[in-house]
């Protein structure tokens, strides 16, 4: 049994161990049980979601190889940290109006909060262990649907703003691709393979590198920094009165302009180095404005289920609404930050990671996997569309034989593209998902330079469809089973919440076990496949990813 694992097992077994604790000569009651598995749970929760949400966010450093897959990891992981340590402590999820938790006794609202978890987990782990991204907010909101619907039928959910939400999966997809695709398409035409050239980056790194500081600039105002005290004042005081009488596009070219201004003297002052770094340094800076906007904005989402319950136990004379409220302690918060970064570095935190970047990996040959059905529809769509040079500059190795999936210059535009369409979704109002916007920009940014029409352009188009599938198989799995797992614990109390930890845990090993056999047919058939150049040959240590 892996260390990870045995260490969430003994936590369940610590807390499930409340069944034999007495109080006099009266058992706990279940509600007390509740309590204190949903702190369990909570723990178990964050490690999940760092093995898969909070992973997506090294995707695109990783995949150009300016970072080590740990060393990005251990970056990403300190600013996910600093953003936790300002995280906003409120139920930001509950209080969008998915449900009224007003309708709900306290049994059933730790009922809920409880069976949310107990979902949560194994359906973010069985994700991870497919190498499949899904969104944790958007799994935990439509959780909280299916406890509603369970325990009280549909009358107690807010059908309006489970809409608003689908709507703006979808939005922030379709904005996500376009803007991806134009953005790429435009900057490869004026850089092409010449991310290195001093002359060509003096002449058009600027007003690129001005763009992206632009977008990851509005990204951290109105989303990673938007729970801080002083930012708040700052936009209420300085930007938004110039917005209001300037107009938003001359507000938006003056901050172009300015970081323009700034990006050119760096250039003409810091010679090789910064034509060399430009880039990178851009790439790795988006990273870490996603980490932390991250940590600041969705982590409550992950801790307020099981601080909730745990509230409520506590507090059982005040209203059920009242625990949406509570204030989350600072510690609270940045330890379960610390617990996504130890997810980060598991195993199936790689798993997903590696998928991402070989969907829009330039390299002909990838190690994936996608159902037939799939790959049948991709080479339908690329029957459609004559096949054209790419654009992107020749694959690559590392001095150390790795795969450079992708150069620089598209890395940054990823990070640059997500931050800036989280921002656009954020100021207006509507929830976003940091894992279907970076997925979403991978791919766009590989259309645009033109790399999935040749080798195994069916089977990277086919994965990135059935990815996009396996997000609404996801929001109803989330509906029915919670609703499922509702239902048994509120109705047969403990004899319920064992059936549903064993089933929890049986999933678990069972999934595990499936991920693990199609891993090795995955990788199994691409080395006996592939032929051509050394660069083309899928390297074992690329298989399981880098471990330095």
């Not at 009651?29 to 949400?53: H, K, M, P, Q, Y």
């Not at 894992?435 to 352009?457: P, Q």
């Not at 549903?500 to 595990?512: C, E, G, H, P, T």
Request: aromatic share 10%; with cysteine.
């Amino acid at each position: 049994m892996k260390p990870a694992d045995a260490l969430l097992l003994n936590g369940l077994s610590v807390a499930v161990g409340c069944v034999a604790v007495f109080r006099g000569n009266t058992i706990v009651s279940l509600v007390t049980i509740l309590a204190f598995l949903g702190l369990a749970l909570l723990i178990w929760d964050c490690i999940e979601v760092g093995r898969n949400d909070a992973s997506n966010i090294v995707n695109a450093v990783f995949g150009a190889r300016i970072l080590s897959r740990k060393w990005a990891v251990r970056l990403a992981g300190i600013a996910v940290i600093i953003g936790a340590s300002a995280a906003t402590p409120v139920f930001e999820t509950a209080r969008k109006g998915i449900f009224d938790p007003g309708l709900l006794t306290l049994h059933q609202a730790i009922v809920a909060y409880i069976s949310v978890y107990l979902v949560d987990t194994v359906l973010l782990f069985t994700y991870s262990a497919f190498g499949m991204p899904v969104s944790t907010t958007a799994c935990l909101i439509f959780e909280l649907v299916g406890a509603s619907l369970g325990l009280c039928g549909p009358g107690v959910v807010h059908w309006g703003k489970v809409g608003t939400v689908l709507a703006a999966i979808f939005v922030s997809i379709f904005m996500t691709g376009v803007a991806g695709f134009l953005i790429q398409r435009v900057f490869r035409a004026a850089i092409r393979d010449k991310i290195e050239d001093r002359e060509t980056i003096l002449l058009h790194g600027p007003w690129i590198s001005g763009l992206m500081l632009t977008g990851l600039g509005w990204f951290m105002l109105f989303k990673g920094m938007s729970g801080i005290a002083f930012v708040k004042a700052f936009r209420e005081y300085a930007i938004e009165p110039y917005i209001d009488a300037y107009t938003p596009t001359l507000a938006f070219l003056t901050v172009w302009g300015g970081f323009t201004l700034a990006v050119h003297l760096f250039l003409s002052f810091s010679g090789k180095f910064g034509t060399k770094y430009l880039f990178p340094g851009l790439a790795i800076l988006g990273m870490l404005c996603l980490a932390f906007a991250f940590g600041q904005n969705d982590l409550a989402n992950c801790a307020s289920p099981g601080i909730s319950a745990f509230w409520l136990w506590q507090h059982s004379d005040q209203s059920v609404a009242s625990a949406t409220q509570i204030q989350i302690p600072m510690w609270v918060l940045t330890i379960c930050g610390a617990l996504m970064v130890a997810g980060m570095m598991t195993e199936n935190a790689q798993r997903v990671t590696r998928a991402q970047v070989n969907v829009g990996s330039q390299y002909d040959k990838v190690a994936l996997y996608a159902p037939e059905w799939c790959r049948a529809i991709a080479r339908w769509i690329l029957g459609r569309f004559p096949h054209r040079p790419e654009l992107a500059p020749p694959p690559m190795v590392t001095p150390r034989g790795k795969k450079v999936h992708y150069d620089a210059l598209r890395a940054a535009v990823i990070s640059s593209v997500s931050a800036g369409v989280i921002a656009l979704a954020s100021s207006r109002g509507l929830p976003v998902s940091t894992t279907y916007v970076a997925f979403a920009a991978v791919l766009a940014t590989g259309l645009a330079d033109r790399v999935l029409s040749r080798g195994d352009a069916d089977l990277k188009i086919g994965r990135a469809i059935w990815v996009v599938v396996s997000w609404f198989i996801s929001a109803v799995i989330a509906v029915a089973a919670t609703a499922g797992v509702a239902r048994m614990i509120y109705h047969l109390g403990i004899v319920g919440l064992l059936i549903a930890l064993a089933l929890n845990l049986s999933i678990r090993f069972y999934a595990q076990k499936k991920a693990d056999e199609q891993e090795a047919r995955v990788h199994h058939r691409r080395s006996g496949a592939s032929t051509g150049s050394p660069s083309d040959q899928p390297q074992h240590a690329e298989a399981l990813d880098e471990k330095s």
